[in-house]
């Protein structure tokens, strides 16, 4: 009884992995009928357009949140928008792992260490060895609809 149960899933699981393998190849090949459309290549074009666009903004949001820090300012007003630098809540920044003291790490299948504990422990005044609070930018570009 056993041995026919084993038999018959065994031929079943076969029947499904040559399924899977024509459904892969399926799939496969109305990919790549896809790829050769007109309409696919036009996607793929603006997705690489907007990549650009997104790695363009990034890179003038840094130069400006770096001219900005320079020069101390906390905002710029612009004709479409207002930028306004604001620090972030403090974050707990591990120098060191193995100087941290054992009632700040958490015990799952590995240590991890507990950064909302140490961020508290330091907020309130105690020193934590090896870790220490910093307090990151955060570049806000707000739009002026009125404009």
Known sequence: MQE?????????IWDI????????IDVQEA??????TEEYKDLEFKREVLRQY??????????IMVWMEQLD??????????????????????ND??????KFKKEKVSIVIDKTAIKKAIQDGEEVIGAELVVGKTL????????
């Open 73 to 94: 300012l906390k905002s710029l007003d612009f004709a479409n928008q207002k930028v306004t630098l604001k620090n972030n809540p403090p974050s707990v920044k591990i």
């Open 17 to 24: 992995q040559l399924k899977k393998a024509k459904a892969s």
């Open 31 to 36: 990919e790549d009928k896809l790829r050769k």
């Open 4 to 12: 026919t149960t084993l038999n018959t899933l065994g031929n079943s």
């Open 140 to 147: 806000l570009i707000t739009p002026k609809w009125n404009a």
């Open 97 to 102: 792992e193995e100087l941290i003291p054992d």
């Open 54 to 63: 997104e790695e363009t903004e990034e890179e003038m949001k840094k130069a």
